[in-house]
């Protein structure tokens, strides 16, 4: 993995605070004057006794991100023309807490959220935990309700998990020191590769009282289908680093059928007239498989049968979108 330099004000090197229950916030920006100010406006509750010190990293805004900051009295680290993995392990490299509490710049935290966060590493065998965060409470759509009630854990159960998204996960600095943070050749995915790296040294612990709201979901299908295709822009990029886990294996074989489905069915339908409806019908059971498996999981581990009409068509929308990551994938494979 690269290595960021980070110090480029020459900064100190700062020692370890060794009071198990502190961590450093550090919160990745890139003209978020929308968002910021009522972030580190939730956070201002938690500093002290709990979070040490607040890391904003920026990768060159050009509007008031960085005057906010200072408003707030965080520390702000210019980290320019930088990926996200990048400025958060340039954060990260600053801290000097035991524990790291990564954090998007369009979420806001509840008041519970830094005493539940620390609680999880009682256990020494927990080096990461978070929670998928929430939808607003208000004004929110029926693409975000769906989205957010099948990224939460069956039922609001705490749970063991392989990864956690990074707009809301704490991790156990000297850990992440060990696998080397966040891979900075990622544009996405690399919360999940983190995730599926950290994995190897201890428990990944998701709980739904670290809770964090996300003030950016997309509210319409198409934004969803669009943020879906950029998320699966790198999920592919384990094959080629030599990292890949069991655990992944669904998220990737998934879409490759889907769009093999896809690609039959298409070719089916132009050939019907002068062979016959075989190859069609697989490529339709094909497209179906996936959604209707998944949507049917979700109702049984979280009960809730009314919201499938809903669950079944974002997770069309969702494989539709990941199918084209994939593909996109592929054609950049084959130009590297």
């Avoid at 965080?74 to 996200?84: D, M």
């Avoid at 369009?106 to 008041?111: A, P, S, Y």
């Amino acid at each position: 993995m690269p290595t960021v330099p980070v110090d480029e004000m020459n900064t100190p090197t700062q020692k370890l605070n060794t009071n198990p229950a502190q961590a450093t916030v550090i919160i990745p920006t890139l003209n978020e004057e929308a968002y910021l100010g009522d972030c580190l406006s939730s956070l201002a509750a938690h500093s002290g006794s709990i979070i040490e010190e607040v890391i904003v990293v920026d990768a060159g805004s050009t509007d008031n991100t960085k005057a906010i900051a200072e408003e707030h009295g965080v520390r702000f680290l210019p980290h320019p023309k930088s990926t996200i993995a990048a400025q958060r392990n340039a954060g990260a490299k600053l801290a000097s807490t035991p524990l790291l509490a990564f954090l998007d710049a369009d979420c806001t935290v509840t008041e519970e959220w830094s005493k539940s966060g620390t609680a999880e590493f009682d256990d020494e065998s927990v080096v990461s935990a978070g929670a998928p965060p929430d939808i607003p409470e208000m004004d929110n759509t029926w693409v975000q309700r769906t989205w957010c009630f099948i990224k939460r854990s069956p039922r609001g159960n705490r749970q063991r998990v392989t990864w956690i998204a990074s707009a809301n996960v704490w991790v156990r600095k000297s850990t992440f020191d060990e696998i080397g943070g966040f891979n900075e050749a990622f544009e996405t995915c690399e919360d999940a590769d983190l995730g599926y790296r950290l994995s190897e040294r201890g428990e990944l612990v998701s709980n739904p009282e670290i809770r964090v709201q996300h003030h950016r979901e997309p509210r319409t299908v198409s934004e969803f289908y669009r943020k879906e295709v950029w998320h699966g822009k790198n999920s592919f990029d384990g094959l080629w680093s030599g990292r890949l886990s069991l655990s992944e294996l669904p998220s990737l074989i998934t879409p490759i059928i889907f769009a093999l489905s896809a690609i039959l069915f298409v070719a089916g339908l132009a050939v019907w007239p002068f062979y016959n409806v075989y190859p069609a019908a697989i490529g339709f059971a094909g497209l179906s498989l996936a959604p209707w498996a998944y949507t049917l999981r979700a109702i049984v581990s979280k009960g809730q049968p009314s919201r499938c009409l809903h669950i079944l068509v974002i997770y069309y929308i969702y494989f539709i979108a990941r199918s084209d990551a994939f593909l996109r994938w592929c054609g950049r494979s084959v130009f590297r």
